[in-house]
């Protein structure tokens, strides 16, 4: 199914999921010693001359430990499936609040979700409990102007 797109694998009869976007864009990008950069983005977003509200930018970085990544900084399959589901489950747990998912960037052994919101103090409130629970990964949150 592509390079994000995950589906049944029926060899392994492992459930796996996908994590579905209208209108969202892809590209990537060498840096450094070779390493990788992929950046997933809503497309329909980055072209508006101005937003309406969404004036905050959260972003939830989750840091991925080396040895479950490859020598281009990014993560091994079994690890973005690990990934994926811990985006499915941030994006639930944020399901109420008034944001939106905007990009994801996955780099030097690090997966970043960019949101802009309208309800900056309820998006770090749900975000901060949902990374409380999190014990698998060091995540942590920056915010910014949107």
């Keep these: 199914m592509g390079l994000f797109g ?13 994590v579905k976007r209208q209108a969202w864009n892809f590209y990537s990008y060498t840096y450094g010693e070779n390493m990788t950069a992929l950046i997933e983005f809503d497309y329909e977003f980055a072209i508006e001359d101005s937003h309406k509200g ?16 490859g020598p281009n900084g990014l993560a091994f399959k079994e690890e973005n499936q690990r990934i994926k589901q811990l985006e499915q489950d941030l994006v639930s747990s944020l399901s109420t609040v008034d944001c939106k998912l905007t990009g994801k960037l996955s780099y030097g052994a690090m997966c970043d979700f960019c949101f802009q919101t309208n309800a900056a103090a309820t998006f770090m409130e749900k975000a901060q409990r949902w990374i409380a629970n999190q014990k698998s990964h060091k995540i942590v949150m920056l915010e910014s102007d949107g």
Excluded: L, M, Q
């Design 6 to 18: 995950f589906g049944k694998n029926k060899s392994r009869k492992e459930e796996t999921f996908e």
């Design 54 to 69: 969404y004036d905050a930018c959260k972003r939830v970085i989750i840091h991925i430990a080396p040895e479950n990544c």
